[in-house]
Nanobody, 123 residues
Framework: QVQLVESGGGLVQAGGSLRVSCAASGRTSSGYAMAWFRQAPGKERAFVAGITWSGDSTFYAGSVKGRFTISRDNAKNTVYLQMNSLKPEDTAVYYC????????????????WGQGTQVIVSS
């Protein structure tokens, strides 16, 4: 079993930056790909970015490519999402998710997820 805890959300002005983190515990040595999803009020959970276990491959949603960067530190069992040039439409609860295998853009493909961290971008 893997437990995921997100942190680092908050309120930021448009154009600003924020970094959210996801700390993993439990059976983290099993080669999990990690991803960030987000869910805005009244909308479905949407893929934001994913990273393989080794960190040598990443994938981004078109809406965040060039602005967001996903990274991981396996020694610290932590995944990060650096968000730059934030826009009001980036406002959402951000969830960290883990799955055995490669990156998937479907939230249903992930076996583990955290409680989420709220990000609010003011205009």
């Amino acid at each position: 079993q893997v437990q995921l805890v997100e942190s680092g959300g908050g309120l930021v002005q448009a154009g600003g930056s924020l970094r959210v983190s996801c700390a993993a515990s439990g059976r983290t040595s099993s080669g999990y790909a990690m991803a960030w999803f987000r869910q805005a009020p009244g909308k479905e959970r949407a893929f934001v970015a994913g990273i393989t276990w080794s960190g040598d491959s990443t994938f981004y949603a078109g809406s965040v490519k060039g602005r967001f960067t996903i990274s991981r530190d396996n020694a610290k069992n932590t995944v990060y999402l650096q968000m730059n040039s934030l826009k009001p439409e980036d406002t959402a609860v951000y969830y960290c998710e883990a799955r055995v295998g490669g990156i998937s853009t479907s939230p249903d493909a992930y076996q583990h997820w955290g409680q989420g961290t709220q990000v609010i971008v003011s205009s």
